[in-house]
């Protein structure tokens, strides 16, 4: 079974800072991973994902992941926090052998709320 | 496109009411999934969808009822409300490969 755990449900920033939200997962095989942000009272939007190929993923907003299989992690990244940034953020896997039925199962991590300050 | 949507947005039930939530996408979308969001839990999925006719459970999927007649339409049925059912409920619908795009949500009150 996957599982995914967030370090830090609250993370707090100052405007200008660097954004570190952490993700690891536990899966017998490499998984898909993805990032999810959700805005106050709105669906959840797609960040950013890693499927294959290149460990260093760029996303929407200026965010980026990097999936590191020795570290089971993929940990989000963003240079400078803007006021904008502030919202929960998810992590999310998918086991990519569990055959066609996977492709409609994501196993989400518990959130980080992250705060930007002034 | 209006992507997935989501009726009604907001629901409050008495316990051991019965009720049905909406969910409709657009896209052709093979795949669909209704997910429970509750704090600090993140989103647990009830039950899922691989196509018209075709649906399966999830992680939590006592209390609910699905079935899918169509490709566009995913409702999801409250059988007998309970407290514990009290959640944000997010439908989501992606084609085979792709990542999930979520709907709105419905959140849901039960008395």
């Known amino acids: 079974a996957q599982s995914v755990t967030q370090l830090g449900s609250h993370v707090s920033v100052s405007e200008g800072a660097l954004v570190l939200l952490r993700c690891n997962y536990s899966?017998?095989?490499?998984?898909?991973l993805f990032w999810y942000v959700q805005y106050p009272n709105q669906g959840l939007q797609l960040l950013l994902k890693?499927?294959?190929?290149?460990?260093l993923v760029k996303g929407i907003n200026g965010f980026e992941a990097e999936f590191k299989k020795s570290e089971t992690s993929f940990h989000l990244t963003k240079p400078s926090a803007h006021m904008s940034d502030a919202a929960e953020y998810f992590c999310?896997?998918?086991?990519?052998?569990?055959?066609?039925?996977?492709?409609?199962?994501?196993?989400f991590g518990q959130g980080t709320i992250l705060t930007v300050h002034p | 496109n209006a992507g997935v949507t989501q009726t009604p947005k907001f629901q409050v039930l008495k316990t051991g009411q019965s009720m049905t939530l909406q969910c409709a996408q657009d896209?052709?979308?093979?795949?669909m999934s209704w997910y429970r969001q509750d704090p600090g839990m993140g989103l647990r999925l009830i039950h899922y969808?691989?196509?018209?006719?075709?649906?399966d459970q999830g992680e939590v999927p006592n209390g609910y009822n699905v079935s899918r007649s169509t490709t566009e339409d995913f409702p999801l049925r409250l059988l007998s409300a309970a407290p514990s059912q009290t959640s944000v409920y997010f439908c989501?619908?992606?084609?085979?490969?792709?990542?999930?795009?979520f709907g709105p949500g419905t959140r849901l009150t039960v008395l």
């Open positions: 999310a896997v998918r086991n990519p052998n569990a055959g066609g039925t996977s492709y409609g199962k994501l196993t």
């Open positions: 899966s017998s095989v490499p998984p898909y």
């Open positions: 890693y499927t294959t190929g290149a460990t």
């Open positions: 896209m052709n979308h093979e795949y």
């Open positions: 969808s691989v196509g018209a006719g075709i649906t």
């Open positions: 989501a619908s992606n084609p085979r490969g792709s990542e999930q795009f």
